[in-house]
């Protein structure tokens, strides 16, 4: 049986903890009838960060983390990324506009992007395809930045098998343009690289004609981005049709 929400399980907890830290209050100072009112103004201060507000906070809660057993957890990725150039998107999905690490109510929600808010492109424009050898592509994170400075620097490894004049010339393109990529893992799972603030961008290309005949005629890209969040997890369909 699939789990409910959380959100209506934080709502119900805050609702219990409001009354009776509200009953409570009351009873101390001998206004059992301002229990209510109590009880509302603890409610509102419990939906404020603790950050913002210096007061009670149930924004976030911890929480177990599990894994289960048996699961099948393939490594990589997809034999294929997609990429667009920022100038062709109209808009970007709002949980990459704001990445809010201070509000959210469930540790998912901070690297997930919701099915409803997707990239909207501008006419004509839509996500396209750049192959990559299979076994050859990364997505990875890493943690960087001083003590009460810290982000992630995210980035995409991929290899593309041939030094042909239309992937040259889109190195040549992208040399200096901003970007975003959705990342499509081999457990299926959908990762953005790029934020608003931070698109992706074209960091290293190592290529190469090779030696000897079985040498690999190649060249190995690595695009990065900067975000307060690992890669997000992108739940829309991948648009690749020109948007009307």
């Given amino acids: 049986m699939k789990k409910i929400y959380n959100i209506g399980t934080f709502l119900l907890l805050l609702i219990m903890t409001s009354l009776f830290m509200g ?3 009351a009873m101390g100072i001998d206004h059992p009838e301002a229990t ?13 960060p603790m950050e ?33 150039f920022d100038e062709d998107i109209a808009k970007w999905p709002d949980r990459l506009i704001n990445i809010d690490t201070l509000n ?7 690297v997930t992007i919701p099915l409803a808010d997707k990239f909207v492109f501008k006419t004509g424009k839509c996500f396209h395809e750049l192959y990559c050898t299979l076994e050859t592509g ?10 009460d400075g810290k982000s992630f620097s995210n980035s995409m490894e991929v290899s593309y098998p ?13 040399a200096n343009r901003r970007l975003v990529f959705l990342v499509v893992e081999q457990n299926g799972k959908v990762k953005v690289l790029g934020t608003p603030k931070f698109p992706a ?10 030696k000897l005949v079985e040498d690999p005629n190649t060249s190995v890209q690595t695009y990065l981005s900067k975000s307060p969040i690992p890669a997000a997890i992108y739940k829309a369909p991948i648009e690749i049709a020109p948007a009307a």
């Fill in 162 to 174: 041939s030094n042909d004049e239309e992937f040259l010339g889109f190195l040549a393109s992208s």
């Fill in 201 to 210: 961008q074209l960091e290293t290309v190592e290529g190469t004609t090779g």
């Fill in 52 to 84: 913002q507000a210096g007061v009670l906070s149930l924004a976030l809660n911890a929480k177990n983390i599990t894994y289960k057993q048996g699961t099948y957890n393939p490594g990589g990725i997809e034999g294929r990324v997609y990429y667009a």
């Fill in 36 to 48: 209510f009112a109590i009880s509302g103004v603890i409610g509102f201060l419990g939906l404020i």
């Fill in 23 to 25: 009953n409570a209050i």
């Fill in 104 to 110: 959210a109510t469930e540790f998912a929600e901070l």
């Fill in 138 to 147: 990364e997505l990875k994170y890493s943690l960087i930045g001083a003590r």
